[in-house]
């Protein structure tokens, strides 16, 4: 174990230690790399070695290898479970100096990888299906139950990819807004009766555990650690409370930068704004044109709607879809039969992610892992003239969800990149 008493700030880091089939390499690490995505099924790893003992071929470092991660601040202790897929900048310095990385992937991927699934499904919700097919590979997490019923066939897709498939076309009922409003400014919810969402994901939560969470549910959440992000001003200081106490200032950002902002033209194209599906009946010969228009299965985000223009596009993005109506005989749906209803709303909605796309530093913690999906609020400096004796911007503070997280361990800093996602403005501009 590498102890790392210059550490003092963030979570106050303490140590690292690297075991690759039960053999320590943590002295010769120089950097680790923890990364955890939303839209990617399973956590990955990274780490690199300066080495001169020759360790990767005494201990036959070699694909499918065990590597044990554990990180430790003051916060919390975590240890992470991967395995080798790929060896890469191998590189000699010098005489007897070798320096590389290996490419990890959670351990759960190849016990995916080893069982499939062929089995027929009758009238059952996708999150029920869900709840089955993931304790093949590990357990649930958070699972927010859909609401139609199907009969499916499987066919010899493994657990994941049969988990990512309900995904792509499971619903739920709308969220309406109730228009009363909690401490944090954010509107209170109730279960619409009529329209239905598509916007499911499925990613890794924690160790061994996956959620299937609608994207509409994570931006309403307050169930997250990290209750505040702050970028303070600079013309803010330490005792200036403000509209800030001190304790805010626990998730303070070492910097922040846009990485994605909205785009009329990929957007409308793709079906951002709207769509036509062309349902091709094959046993009646008959066709249906079934459009869905922008956030006609959300008002707050047409009332939020980023492109003034935006009525009327549902024609910018035509698919063509037939289907074989298996329900007249047996009363039950099938995916098919519903496919006008899910596809619209699931383009438009995973494409709003791409609205407002926000990068932020801060001092490495490792007790925020779990925080994948989880709504946050940001503090940023505001960057106009109004002299009202605000020091942050209001468009901006409310429903980021999180993304994707990196943590990054250097012999010189630990600090975690976390990637944030909003899909409507607090209020108009």
């Known amino acids: 174990m590498a102890n790392n008493k210059n550490y003092t700030f963030g979570g106050d880091f303490k140590s690292h230690r690297v075991l690759i089939e039960g053999s320590d390499l943590s002295t010769i690490v120089s950097e680790i790399e923890i990364y955890q995505d939303i839209t990617t099924p399973f956590w990955t790893a990274s780490v690199s070695f300066f080495d001169t003992q020759n360790r990767l071929m005494q201990d036959a470092i070699i694909q499918g290898s065990k590597v044990t991660i554990q990180i430790e601040d003051s916060t919390n202790k975590q240890t992470f479970k991967f395995m080798v897929y790929e060896i890469s900048d191998r590189e000699m310095i010098g005489q007897q100096k070798y320096v590389y990385r290996i490419k990890c992937i959670d351990e759960a991927f190849f016990k995916d990888q080893k069982q499939r699934i062929n089995k027929h499904y009758d009238d059952k919700k996708a999150s029920d299906i869900f709840k089955e ?6 357990g649930s997490g958070k699972v927010d139950e859909t609401k139609d019923k199907f009969s499916i066939i499987v066919p010899n897709l493994s657990p994941m990819a049969t988990a990512e498939w309900l995904a792509t076309w499971a619903t739920k009922k709308v969220q309406e807004f109730t228009g009363l409003t909690d401490d944090y400014g954010l509107e209170y919810t109730r279960e619409g009766a009529n329209a239905e969402q598509a916007d499911y994901i499925v990613f890794q939560q924690d160790h061994g555990k996956w959620s299937f969470r609608p994207l509409e549910k994570m931006f309403i959440d307050k169930s997250g650690k990290l209750p505040n992000l702050v970028q303070r001003p600079a013309n803010l200081k330490e005792d200036e409370a403000g509209e800030k106490e001190p304790e805010d200032f626990k998730y303070s950002m070492q910097g922040y930068r846009f990485i994605s902002h909205f785009n009329a033209i990929t957007n409308s194209i793709s079906g951002g704004f709207g769509s036509t599906a062309i349902v091709h009946d094959i046993k009646n010969k008959n066709a249906k044109l079934h459009t869905y228009t922008y956030s006609q299965d959300n008002k707050k985000d047409y009332s939020k709607k980023p492109f003034t223009n935006i009525d009327g596009m549902s024609k910018t993005n035509i698919v063509y879809q037939p289907y074989l109506d298996y329900s007249i005989e047996s009363g039950k749906d099938t995916i098919s039969t519903k496919y006008y209803k899910w596809r619209g709303s699931r383009r438009s909605n995973l494409l709003k992610l791409d609205t407002n796309r926000l990068i932020v530093s801060i001092a490495g913690r490792i007790d925020i892992y779990d925080q994948l999906g989880k709504m946050v609020t940001v503090d940023l400096p505001k960057n106009n003239d109004e002299d009202d004796g605000k020091y942050y911007d209001t468009h901006y503070k ?30 108009s501009i």
Do not use: C, P
């Open 133 to 138: 097919v993931i304790n093949k590979i590990g």
């Open 398 to 427: 409310f429903a980021w969800v999180i993304l994707a997280m990196r943590h990054v361990w250097t012999q010189k800093s630990f600090m975690t990149y976390i990637e944030l996602g909003k899909k409507r403005l607090d209020k």
